[in-house]
């Protein structure tokens, strides 16, 4: 994740909220600023942030980052496992910041449906390249029964942010 501005980041992350006890997961091979950023706002309510990285220099990067963080949790993550279920914990955001390439993103989605708590959101970031990137992404996300998606396209510089909600009893 290059040229993310943090003064927007903080304002993006507004939309968890200040509910107490929630839990975040993040699927990130990359991004120090965004994993700062976001780890900061968790410590800030106590909320839990999980780190899946994809990456193994990066989950070496930021293990060292968070290992006195109580509330930041670093996994060194494959996404081609069979399930991402971790401890039957169920998250209220999702953040993907991850490359997941076209082929790989119907298996993703159904997996990170199955952790993602009724009615919490997935918030998808994606390098701007125009509607075709963005329309497979909503496609794939509808199938894979996430509703209400919407997309902020003018926040960032680089990147567009597609927002989606599990809805209740769907899928489960």
């Not at 006890?21 to 976001?38: P, R, V």
């Amino acid at each position: 994740m290059e040229n993310l501005e943090k003064d927007q980041l903080e304002i993006l992350f507004n939309i968890i909220g200040d509910i107490p006890s929630y839990q975040i997961a993040h699927f990130s091979q990359d991004g120090e600023l965004f994993t700062k950023t976001l780890s900061e706002y968790c410590q800030k309510r106590d909320y839990l942030y999980q780190i899946n990285c994809t990456d193994k220099q990066f989950y070496e990067q930021v293990t060292e980052l968070y290992k006195d963080e109580k509330n930041t949790k670093v996994m060194l993550f494959n996404l081609a496992r069979p399930s991402y279920m971790i401890q039957a914990r169920e998250y209220n955001f999702l953040f993907v910041t991850n490359i997941v390439e076209e082929e790989k993103r119907l298996a993703f989605l159904k997996k990170v449906h199955k952790i993602i708590r009724s009615a919490g959101s997935i918030i998808v970031f994606i390098p701007k390249k125009g509607y075709e990137e963005r329309d497979n992404w909503i496609a794939a996300l509808e199938e894979n029964l996430f509703v209400s998606t919407s997309i902020i396209d003018d926040m960032f510089e680089n990147y567009d942010v597609i927002i989606s909600r599990k809805m209740h009893g769907w899928g489960d």
